[in-house]
Nanobody, 114 residues
């Protein structure tokens, strides 16, 4: 069974930086495509970053990376804005033929405010 645990959220001032981490436990981390999503208050969950794509709102400011030796994926967030305030979720997807297996963490709250 796959488990994902996010960490690194908190309160940061506009213009500041945070690095989120997502620890993966389970089998064959390298077989999973990892992504970050976020959900702001009163809004739907939205995709933030995959290994090949970023939301337009975060391009040039956020960077996703992974360390397969540590079974961890990261989201480096720079030049944070108040509109980045949200709960950030890590997602793992494994595709086996036509079957897609998706797993989610419980999220970590990022608040950007002065």
């Amino acid at each position: 069974q796959v488990q994902l645990v996010e960490s690194g959220g908190g309160l940061v001032q506009p213009g500041g930086s945070l690095r989120l981490s997502c620890a993966f436990s389970g089998f064959r981390f390298s077989s999973y495509a990892m992504s970050w999503y976020r959900q702001a208050p009163g809004k739907e969950r939205e995709l933030v970053a995959t290994s090949t794509n970023y939301a337009n709102s975060v391009k040039g400011r956020f960077t996703i990376s992974r360390d397969n030796a540590k079974n961890t994926v990261y989201l480096q967030m720079n030049s944070l804005k108040p509109e980045d305030t949200a709960v950030y979720y890590c997602s793992a997807r494994r595709t086996i033929g036509a079957i897609k297996l998706d797993y989610w963490g419980n999220g970590t709250l990022v608040t950007v405010s002065s």
